[in-house]
């Protein structure tokens, strides 16, 4: 199995501008969560999906965060506009769960620099 | 809400000593997983478990499950260059979420 993939892996941006990044979870995993990791503030939960559907967002920033998973095997963290303060690690882990928590597999993550 | 704690923040320890990190969180757990990152890396998946008082070993390492269940610990015997890394241990919270702890970094000098 390939594993979680993201991409891009690096993506420098200008304030202002928007960033997608793009997540594919491991085939069969029925959920989806998007993490942001800085020295700061360590791991930090934006969002999850449970079966496509957002489950809960309460960990997503603000309105210029916002993230979709129109099929099982795809799913996108928007945000628009950025600006230098979202300069993180973001990654995408994938898990199977059926009433309950198991292990989480992440992706590499996108390292995002906003100057 | 719930919280994770772990202590100590930063160890650095000669090549071959021992190394513990401690995990408290403010909520009993159902169970507690631990995990490792690397530097650079992202966050890979070590151990769950489950039981009161459970202990499990893998190889150098002990993962202990406090009899409350509201604490973890992990020990390193005779640690080696290749465990350098934050260790983190996470809890449910609600639904699918995991609540990760706060991370112990480790340093080895060769």
């Known amino acids: 199995d390939a594993g979680v993939i993201q991409s891009p892996r690096h993506e420098v941006t200008e304030m202002g501008q928007e960033v997608t990044l793009r997540c594919k979870p491991i085939?069969?995993?029925?959920?989806l969560f998007w993490y942001r990791q800085t020295m700061m503030r360590g791991l930090e939960l934006l969002i999850y999906f449970n079966n496509n559907v957002p489950i809960d967002d309460s960990g997503m920033p603000e309105d210029r965060f916002s993230a979709k998973m129109p099929n099982a095997s795809f799913s996108t963290l928007k945000i628009q506009p950025s600006e230098p303060r979202d300069s993180a690690v973001y990654f995408c882990?994938?898990?199977?769960?059926?009433?309950?928590?198991?292990?989480?597999?992440f992706g590499p993550g996108t390292r995002l620099t906003v100057t | 809400g719930q919280q994770v704690m772990q202590i100590p923040q930063y160890q650095h320890v000669q090549e071959g000593e021992d190394f513990t990190t401690y995990c408290n969180s403010s909520t009993t757990l159902s169970n507690i997983q631990w995990y490792k990152q690397r530097p650079g890396g992202h966050p890979v998946f070590l151990i769950q478990l489950v039981k009161s008082g459970e202990v499990k070993k893998q190889k150098r390492l002990t993962f202990q499950f406090g009899e409350a269940k509201k604490n973890s610990s992990l020990h390193i015997t005779a640690t080696q260059t290749t465990d350098v890394g934050t260790y983190f241990c996470?809890?449910?919270?609600?639904?699918?979420?995991?609540?990760f702890g706060t991370g112990t970094r480790l340093a080895v000098r060769p």
């Open positions: 996470a809890g449910p919270s609600s639904g699918d979420k995991l609540t």
């Open positions: 882990a994938s898990s199977r769960t059926v009433g309950g928590t198991y292990e989480q597999y």
């Open positions: 085939s069969g995993h029925n959920s």
